[in-house]
């Protein structure tokens, strides 16, 4: 009896015990490495690519061996300042490749918040060049031996950073601050001949030098964001995108002659997108030095516990992305015919040796759109997939003075009333993946496969037909080619779907629950879209003014010609995706 009342007092409380015992507290989601701090030192290395959005306009131009109808202005002379549609700027934007340098130290001032300062030195290379001379319209020789080209070089920052850890080893962040630009801008003028170069030797007006450049190391301001993860130990990869604007260099040209003296000034804006995928090391100690220096965030930390058993990558996803779509473009003038009504035919490119034939319509644009796919973890650090996305992005690029690529074919009008223009639209792709779990919640991978992109051509011929006084008792006959009576239709407008392929790569990274966090980056080639078009003359246009008179001019002939557009593009893409359960 003494036996059996002792075990029931031992079991009473035990019970009671157990009942009064608080529920146990969720297990935090834990980082995959051992914690570490943000805090201290980190060098890296980068790579990616830069954009430019480059304008360049002419702001004033004099020349003194101009006849005397015309004074001194050239502006005057093409009827630009007598409310001609003629142009003074010109795009120069371009894509290219670049490799960064960056470090930068980091303060984890709360267990979420990070700030800190980076400074970084961007190394690239990337010129464009328009024939003609200078970028307005009296310059636009249609010549290769003139021309103009902007280029750009190294850049450099110096930025604040601010960062919130979703999770203690991903951080996404924000940053701003100082950036320099180094920029050069070419004017070549023609030193042949043959083909009635300004600076020809024994040619006319013979101006020297042939060859003026300026050099200009410009500073702007920059701002962007980005995602940074910390792998093993204390390595960080990122993946991160930044808009840069250098606002306007103004540079001056003077050439000079036993004739007279040619000053142009023109403005050359400047704006960059720039995305990097970079790996840096941070030094500084492991959690135990950071936990005596900032008890607090440990506290924080010390909820953590040791990480379960990671979830497969195995299953249906769905997400959206946002980033910047550059585009890599040239339209090249392929062949040119002339039918005369009276049977006659001819080329204008036959004897076409120094003339241009191609411009480069590039550009950039944001670009966004949804993204689904299918994983299978087949092995335990390896993952394979299918993916299809679609993106929504418009750039256009026009040129003026022509109404198609290059200047060779029937003749340059010089005016905004005659353009060329080249627009990427949307574009999709169906690729296959294959990545690599650097930790168990982090993944490496490469992507590739087909791509699709709606591409359009629009070509405007002007419709002006007027008289246009340049001085006193001098007047000239402005008649555009597509004018009432001359060559129809006005605008032709052609769009095609090119099909390419694209190659690219990307980390991800596991987030709360089932939320997966992106940044990728891809090229792709659509190849060449071939394009023709055909103006027919309608007959005849009459312009008259009662104090100058009546002039007539016939249209005899159909013009046919054909062009090639080969696009590339470079993505830069964010995105976040739900991982549903396989």
């Known amino acids: 009896m003494g036996a059996i009342a002792l075990a029931g007092t031992i079991h009473v409380p035990v019970i009671a015990t157990a009942a009064d015992l608080p529920t146990k507290a969720p297990v935090l ?54 409310g001609r549609a003629c142009y003074r700027g010109l795009p120069f934007d371009g894509v290219t490749g670049r490799v960064s340098p960056y470090a930068g130290f980091n303060w984890q001032i709360w267990p979420r918040t990070v700030i800190g300062v980076e400074a970084d030195a961007g190394f690239a290379n990337q010129t464009t060049t328009l024939a003609g001379s ?19 070089e190294w850049d450099a920052s110096v930025r604040a950073r601010a960062g919130y850890l979703i999770e203690p080893w991903f951080l996404a962040y924000a940053t701003g601050g100082a950036s320099w630009l180094h920029v050069k801008s070419t004017s070549v003028c023609s030193t042949n001949l043959n083909a009635d170069g300004a600076c020809a030797v024994g040619g006319f007006p013979a101006f020297a030098p042939s060859v003026i450049s300026h050099s200009d190391t410009k500073v702007g301001a920059t701002v962007g964001g980005g995602i ?32 007279g003296t040619q000053t142009v000034t023109y403005d050359v804006k400047l704006q960059t997108h720039t995305a990097t995928f970079g790996v840096a090391y941070k030094f500084g100690g492991p959690f ?22 990671a979830r497969s990558w195995t299953g249906f ?30 080329n204008p490119l036959e004897n076409c040796r120094d003339c241009n034939l191609d411009d480069p319509f590039s550009g950039t644009a944001f670009h ?113 080619a597509c004018a009432p009576g001359q060559r129809t239709p006005v605008q032709i407008k052609q769009s095609t779907i090119r099909t390419g ?34 103006r027919r003359c309608a007959g005849s246009t009459t312009i008259s003014d009662p104090s100058i008179g009546t002039a007539t001019i016939n249209c005899f002939e159909t013009d046919v010609s054909t062009r090639s557009v080969e696009v590339q593009t470079h993505s830069a893409m964010f995105g976040l995706a739900y991982l549903f359960d396989y």
């Not at 943000?38 to 061996?65: H, K, L, P, Q």
């Not at 319209?137 to 902007?150: N, Q």
């Not at 009333?417 to 490469?446: H, M």
Request: aromatic letters at 16%.
């Open 29 to 82: 989601k834990a980082p995959i490495t051992p914690i570490t701090s943000w805090t201290g030192f980190y060098v890296g290395i980068g790579a990616g690519f830069r954009s430019s959005e480059t304008d360049v306009n002419v702001t004033s131009a004099t020349d003194t061996t101009l006849p005397a109808a015309f004074g001194a202005d050239p502006f005057r002379a093409s009827g630009c300042l007598q």
């Open 134 to 152: 200078y970028p307005a319209t009296p310059f636009f020789s249609g010549r290769l031996s003139d021309s103009f080209s902007v280029k750009t």
């Open 368 to 480: 966004g759109g949804p993204y689904a796919g299918y994983n299978w973890q087949f092995a335990s650090q390896l993952v394979a997939g299918i993916e299809g996305d679609f993106g929504f992005g418009q750039q256009k690029t026009t040129l003026f003075g022509n109404s198609g690529p290059g200047l060779a074919a029937f003749g340059a009008s010089g005016t905004m009333a005659d353009s060329y223009s080249i627009k990427t639209d949307w574009d999709a792709s169906v690729r296959g993946r294959l990545g690599y779990l650097v930790t168990p919640t982090f993944l490496a991978y490469a992507t590739g496969g087909v791509a699709f992109l709606r591409l359009e051509e629009t070509s405007v011929c002007d419709t002006n037909a007027r008289f246009v006084p340049t001085a006193p008792g001098f007047v000239i006959i402005e008649v555009g």
């Open 228 to 259: 940074e993860a910390l792998l093993w130990s204390n390595w960080i990869a990122r993946a991160e995108y930044r808009f840069a604007d250098y606002g306007t260099v103004s540079n001056r040209d003077v050439r000079n002659s036993v004739l």
């Open 501 to 534: 392929f694209t190659v690219g790569a990307g980390l991800e990274a596991k987030l709360w629950s089932n939320w997966v966090a992106r940044g990728e980056y891809r090229f792709a080639d659509y190849g060449k879209a071939n394009f023709a078009s055909t």
């Open 317 to 346: 996803y769905l997400g959206a992305e946002l980033g910047v779509r550059a585009s890599d473009t040239t339209a090249t003038l392929t062949s040119a015919t002339r039918f005369f009504d009276s049977g006659f035919v001819i």
């Open 288 to 309: 135990g030095d950071y936990a005596s220096a900032a008890p607090t965030a440990y506290a924080a930390y010390a909820a953590y516990k040791a990480p379960p058993a």
